[in-house]
Nanobody, 124 residues
Framework: QVQLVESGGGLVQAGGSLRLSCAASGRTFSRYAMGWFRQAPGKEREFVAAIRWDAGFTYYSDSVKGRFTISRDNAKNTLYLQMNSLKPDDTAVYYC?????????????????WGQGTQVTVSS
């Protein structure tokens, strides 16, 4: 089992940057595929980015490709999301999630563990 805690959210102007972190408990972090999701008010939770257990493969939604970068440090049990060129449409609660999988997964239902989320607000 793994527990996830996100941090790094906040208020930023359009065009700015933020880096989210997700600290994982336990000694088996490297066994999990990891992902970032987000949920805006009144909308369903949506996939943002995912990374394979060894960081050898990453995948992004079209809406963030080229602006966001997902990475992980297995030695530190930490997942990251570098967000650049932020837009007001990026405003949402951002969640990290862990999947018991050796490959990248993108569907919400495929993830086994979730953090509590961190708010990102982008002002215009």
């Amino acid at each position: 089992q793994v527990q996830l805690v996100e941090s790094g959210g906040g208020l930023v102007q359009a065009g700015g940057s933020l880096r989210l972190s997700c600290a994982a408990s336990g000694r088996t972090f490297s066994r999990y595929a990891m992902g970032w999701f987000r949920q805006a008010p009144g909308k369903e939770r949506e996939f943002v980015a995912a990374i394979r257990w060894d960081a050898g493969f990453t995948y992004y939604s079209d809406s963030v490709k080229g602006r966001f970068t997902i990475s992980r440090d297995n030695a530190k049990n930490t997942l990251y999301l570098q967000m650049n060129s932020l837009k007001p449409d990026d405003t949402a609660v951002y969640y990290c999630a862990a999947a018991v999988s050796r490959v990248v997964v993108t569907a919400t239902r495929e993830y086994d563990y979730w953090g509590q989320g961190t708010q990102v607000t982008v002002s215009s």
